[in-house]
């Protein structure tokens, strides 16, 4: 596996600045460093961070010139490092979840494709994403301009994400269709009126209410959904009250709700909403909620996964690419990029040499590491599917 001193240097450069959610200037001002002796048009964002780069190839095209459009994300998370490393953070920000490495894999796809633009017969466009950690960045790119920075709309998208353990280093994984999981947002308030612990006859209980709310979700996901297309919602934040013996007005919780096809996600909307509702009625009082549509199913078009998957096997050999068994339970952004466009999502082994993968710390552990030399192979997949792209039928 090839490592490259430069993409380590910024990779190490990036993870000692991380920065959480829309505004990264230092971590912008460092992308543009590394891309600006590339001859590249440069554009950063407005309402975020952000940086799109254009290559535009100066070979002739037969036909429309295709484009073709890489992602890599930002954003750091609002974790304590205690990785270990030499270049740990110590912001109190971490790049718990490999972006830095995604960036630098992004840069070297634009150097080596910098240094062939004059075979390609059109134009890839560099998405450098903050916000992909819960703050919808994907979709303010694109409200931004992001799949028009070419002149028209690209051909395929492709993005890699580095994957701290669970795969073999080195390795590949992806699978047509539903690749990862939709995240949405639940938040539930439940209305009662508060009264004296000794009296709950006198008052409306809205503990009770939560509670039954909570364990009929569970019911409601095992008896309304498919186990072969299932949902999964998890109770992560819940409070109620201030003194053991007083009924509060009100109790809350925030949720995590997650599926794997648009069809479940449009039918737990509607369930959770029928449940929320009724229960309220059955207890006189009256339960708020607010569904949030965050992030889709990421949902890999089967064309291009092909596609990625063959340069896979032809460039590192068909013992590095995993076709994954079922989808993944976490969830991406890249799906709002790939809701407009076709394209694929891999995920990328990088345990550290020496760690069984099965156990070392997962993505978003603040004691994550990740093996720098899966670096220049991730940037040799990204520039090579964006040349599949421009040369479809090379």
């Given at each position: 596996m090839a490592c490259e001193d430069t993409l380590v240097t910024l990779r190490r450069d990036l993870h000692q600045i991380p920065e959480v959610g829309l505004r990264l200037p230092r971590t912008q001002e460092r992308v543009l460093a590394a891309l600006a002796p590339l001859g590249l048009e440069i554009a950063t964002g407005q309402e975020l961070d952000s940086v799109v780069a254009v290559l535009r190839g100066r070979a002739p095209a037969e036909g429309e010139r295709r484009v073709a459009l890489l992602r890599g994300d930002m954003d750091a998370l609002p974790v304590t490092?205690?990785?270990?490393?030499?270049?740990?953070?110590?912001?109190?920000?971490?790049?718990?979840?490999?972006?830095?490495?995604?960036?630098?894999?992004?840069?070297?796809?634009?150097?080596?494709?910098?240094?062939?633009?004059?075979?390609?017969?059109?134009?890839?466009?560099?998405?450098?994403?903050?916000?992909?950690?819960?703050?919808?960045?994907?979709?303010?790119?694109?409200?931004?301009?992001?799949?028009?920075?070419?002149?028209?709309?690209?051909?395929?998208?492709?993005?890699?994400?580095?994957?701290?353990?669970?795969?073999?280093?080195?390795?590949?994984a992806t699978r047509p269709g539903t690749v990862m999981a939709a995240s949405d947002p639940l938040d539930v308030v439940v209305h009662g009126r508060g009264g004296h612990g000794s009296a709950p006859h006198l008052a409306k209980d809205p503990v009770p209410v939560l509670a039954e709310i909570i364990g009929q979700i569970q019911v409601m996901l095992a008896r309304r959904f498919d186990l072969f297309d299932p949902a999964l919602v998890t109770v992560g934040h819940l409070g109620a009250g201030e003194a053991r013996n007083v009924i509060p007005d009100t109790a809350w919780f925030e949720a995590t709700m997650r599926t794997f096809s648009p069809e479940a996600r449009e039918r737990l909307f509607a369930h959770l909403a029928e449940l929320l509702e009724g229960i309220g009625r059955a207890h006189g009082v009256e339960v708020e909620h607010t569904m949030t549509r965050l992030y889709p199913v990421t949902l890999n078009d089967a064309e291009q996964t092909a596609v990625a998957m063959t340069a896979v096997r032809e460039l590192f050999g068909d013992d590095r690419l995993l076709e994954l068994e079922h989808s993944m339970t976490a969830s991406e952004d890249f799906s709002k990029v790939l809701e407009e466009v076709p394209g694929c999502f891999l995920l990328l082994g990088a345990a550290p040499a020496g760690l069984d993968p099965a156990q070392a710390p997962n993505n978003h552990s603040a004691e994550a590491r990740y093996d720098e030399s899966v670096l220049g192979d991730g940037a040799d997949l990204l520039a090579e599917l964006a040349v599949r792209t421009l040369t479809p039928t090379a």
């Open positions: 490092e205690r990785s270990g490393e030499d270049f740990a953070s110590t912001n109190g920000a971490m790049h718990a979840c490999g972006h830095d490495l995604h960036m630098a894999m992004l840069v070297g796809a634009a150097q080596r494709l910098a240094r062939r633009v004059e075979e390609l017969p059109g134009d890839v466009v560099f998405m450098f994403q903050p916000g992909e950690e819960g703050d919808d960045g994907a979709r303010r790119m694109i409200e931004e301009g992001l799949l028009e920075a070419a002149g028209r709309r690209p051909d395929a998208a492709f993005a890699l994400h580095v994957w701290a353990s669970t795969f073999p280093t080195g390795s590949f």
